[in-house]
């Protein structure tokens, strides 16, 4: 039972370059998320899935993309990549996206350098 | 909309000291409250959690308590070890996890 796991772990982009980052879980949850960490701004949500078939903004989706590809698997997709998402990034899962007491589960995060 | 703020760091403290971080929160309903670990070069995992007012979530000698009245949600530990160096999220939930800006936390031996 490996959780979330998340491919590249690290990943040096150009200006303008775009990549995908990989996001896995094989604990059977519904919905899936994608946030990106900056110091002193904690987490911010990206897009998130709700369940299979879906996906909706969050707080920062400009400049994102992101395919809920099945129920195990939700990337992310950086077009052109600009300085300003040098960051790291973390995937995330849960039973549902419903309010509640729903722990979501992180995977380790890429960390990602746009130069 | 919901929100988390906690207090800012870094916290700097030596082994066997007390430990309290606070959190407050703003919210329209009644959602429930996490706190959140970050060890160096890891993802987040679950600390503790309270889903109702008066509340309190344990785990690894950590307590937060849910004080609707206060809308607070503060972290406590009576005696931090080395190990508990990390940075801590307070968050709550709505549809999505709101977080606060996270506190590092260095004990030293």
């Known amino acids: 039972n490996a959780g979330v796991t998340q491919t590249p772990k690290f990943q040096v982009l150009k200006t303008g370059q775009s990549m995908t980052l990989q996001c896995a879980q094989d604990?059977?949850?519904?919905?899936m998320y994608w946030y990106r960490q900056d110091p002193g701004m904690g987490l911010r949500l990206i897009y998130y899935s709700a369940s299979e078939g879906t996906t909706d903004k969050g707080e920062v989706p400009n400049g994102y993309n992101v395919s809920r590809l099945n129920k195990r698997e939700f990337s992310l997709r950086l077009e052109s990549a600009a300085p300003s998402q040098t960051s790291v990034y973390f995937c995330?899962?849960?039973?549902?996206?419903?309010?509640?007491?729903?722990?979501?589960?992180f995977g380790p995060g890429t960390r990602l350098t746009v130069t | 909309g919901d929100s988390v703020t906690q207090m800012e760091g870094p916290v700097t403290l030596s082994e066997e000291a007390f430990l309290t971080i606070n959190c407050t929160y703003t919210?329209?309903?009644?959602?429930?409250l996490f706190w959140y670990v970050q060890y160096p070069g890891e993802g987040l995992q679950l600390l503790l959690k309270?889903?109702?007012?008066?509340d309190k979530g344990s785990n690894k000698g950590f307590e937060a308590t849910y004080r609707k009245e206060t809308t607070s949600f503060h972290l406590e530990k009576g005696s931090v070890q080395v190990s508990d160096s990390a940075v801590y999220f307070c968050a709550l939930s709505d549809y999505k996890l709101s977080f606060g800006a996270g506190t590092t936390v260095t004990v030293r031996a």
């Open positions: 919210a329209t309903g009644y959602p429930s």
């Open positions: 995330a899962s849960s039973e549902t996206v419903m309010a509640g007491p729903y722990e979501q589960y």
């Open positions: 309270a889903t109702k007012a008066d």
């Open positions: 604990m059977n949850h519904n919905s």
